[in-house]
């Protein structure tokens, strides 16, 4: 399948020239430009005059594209918390959208929900926990709409990119697909057959290449382990910079000559793909970004999703007479959980951590992706209630941390994440540890709601620690935001479910 071109391809050495002059603060101003006319025009004008003057390449960037506002914050609001959140949907809604030849940005046929700033288009993980909130919300239609766009993003490419440009088409996100296409009330049989087949698609892309995979061996996105197990990591098929931090990536490789750059430059990606670009995770060095090594991982969460994967293909396959399909799938996510439980279990300090390719031992650092397994229901009991212990170690006055580390990555410490506080909450609810499940939810809002009545604003992260927005990582910090908003209105549920049942035990008491 032969993918669009990222405009670094489609521009070459114009691209090069104004990323290196710096002539946005963000790298991803100009990579999201949009042409005013023919690329192959634009760049014979370039290579035919090369501009080397900083002003009079900014000139002719300014007469041949269209520039995007470099931040795009959303006004700050004055309402209740949740009511804000219901309006903030119509500022993050984009209707659809049919790209001019050259642009960056893929097509999308129906309307769908942005997280906001300079994240202003669609992007895979995110949505999903988005998605909570438009449930929540009464905007069941967005739900649909945002579902079919995923299927056709399936249909087109063979796999859901990171985001909805060209330059994400070479890796995806953290797979929760399946999780999106429970939230569907569209109960028809050819609507269910459609997600069945929109599954399958996905799992094929993540296990592409697993029929020849001889024990001890990885390609691509799968590894096989040397006792026969299948399991996955993150990847990114472009040994390349990132076109939307092109500047830094390249900045990176010349600070680091003792280390291939393309071999650098995929485990940026492949970081980025896990949705945790970028964290101590996956650094031999907290302090040095070039120790990334993210390929060598396998991934706890990664893992813990394709299992619910396999395990939603069994049940849909099930429910609509394909016995083939479901006894497979199941023997599929059985053969998973069993490797996930002896590979990526650390007995020793008592919690799920990523399995180290490299070294054939599972990783000791305690990471906020340690409560995946309870989410997609794969943890014995008995590993639950130590998982739960260890996650109590990472919990802080606003929340989960990411990480115990202050590496000054966005993906450590002081930080934590929405969908983290919500695996988390829905994962040791389901095994029972309901007294943590409210304390992190009850945290979580507390924080996001103070901060909000100072700033007007939710953010895409906070530092749980000093509550407050939080920082780090390669950019300013943004508002917005898609998946704050979701996770927090689904999160006000579950504090108000977890007061009302408080009230009743106490009352019954009386």
Known sequence: MTLAPPPSALFGPLFEAV?????????????????????????????????????????????????PPER???????????????????WLTRPPLSPREGESALAVARCHVVPGG???????????????????????????????????????????PNGTRSYYLSRSHPPVFYLMAALSQDGSEAARRRRLEWMRIEHRFWMAG??????????????????????????????????????????????????DAGALWRELRAGAESGWDFSSRWLDDPADLASIRATSLLPIDLNSLLHG????????????????????????????????????????????????????????????????????????????????????????????????VHSGQQWDAPNGWAPLQWVAVEGLRAYGCRALAEDIAGRWVAMVE????????????????ACRGGGGGEYAPVTGFGWTNGVTLALLDRVALGERSREKISGHGR
């Open 19 to 67: 990323q290196r002059a710096r002539l946005h603060a963000d790298s991803k101003t100009f990579a999201d430009a949009v042409p005013r006319r023919v690329p192959d025009a634009i760049l014979a004008d370039w290579l035919a005059a090369p501009v080397r003057d900083a002003t009079a390449l900014r000139t002719f960037v300014a007469a041949n594209f269209q520039l």
């Open 72 to 90: 795009g914050d959303l006004p700050a609001g004055l309402d209740e918390l949740a009511d804000h959140i219901r309006q903030l949907w119509r």
């Open 118 to 160: 300079r994240f202003r288009e669609l992007y895979y993980w995110d949505s999903y926990f988005t998605m909570l909130g438009l449930v929540r919300s009464g905007r069941q239609d967005l739900v649909e709409d945002m579902i079919a766009v995923f299927g056709d993003l399936l249909d087109s490419y063979g796999h859901i």
């Open 210 to 259: 697993e029929e020849n995979l001889a024990p001890g061996a990885a390609h691509r996105r799968v590894a096989r382990l040397p006792d026969g197990s299948l399991l996955n990591r993150y990847w990114d098929d472009r040994p390349a910079p990132r076109d939307e931090s092109w500047r830094e990536d390249v900045a990176l490789a010349e600070a680091n000559p003792g280390r």
């Open 309 to 404: 994967l396999e395990r939603a293909i069994a049940t849909a396959a099930e429910e609509l007479g394909e016995a083939r399909t479901a006894a497979l799938f199941a023997a599929r996510a059985a053969a998973r959980a069993a490797a996930i439980e002896k590979h990526l279990w650390n007995e020793a300090l008592g919690h799920y951590a990523d399995h180290d390719l490299a070294r054939g031992l599972v990783d000791h650092r305690l990471t906020g992706a340690t409560a995946f397994p309870l989410f997609c229901g794969i943890a014995r009991p008995d590993r639950a209630r130590l998982t739960a212990e260890s996650l109590a170690g990472l919990l802080r006055a606003g929340g989960l941390l990411a990480t115990t």
């Open 450 to 465: 103070a901060t909000y009545r100072e700033t007007g604003l939710l953010f895409e992260k906070y530092d749980v620690e």
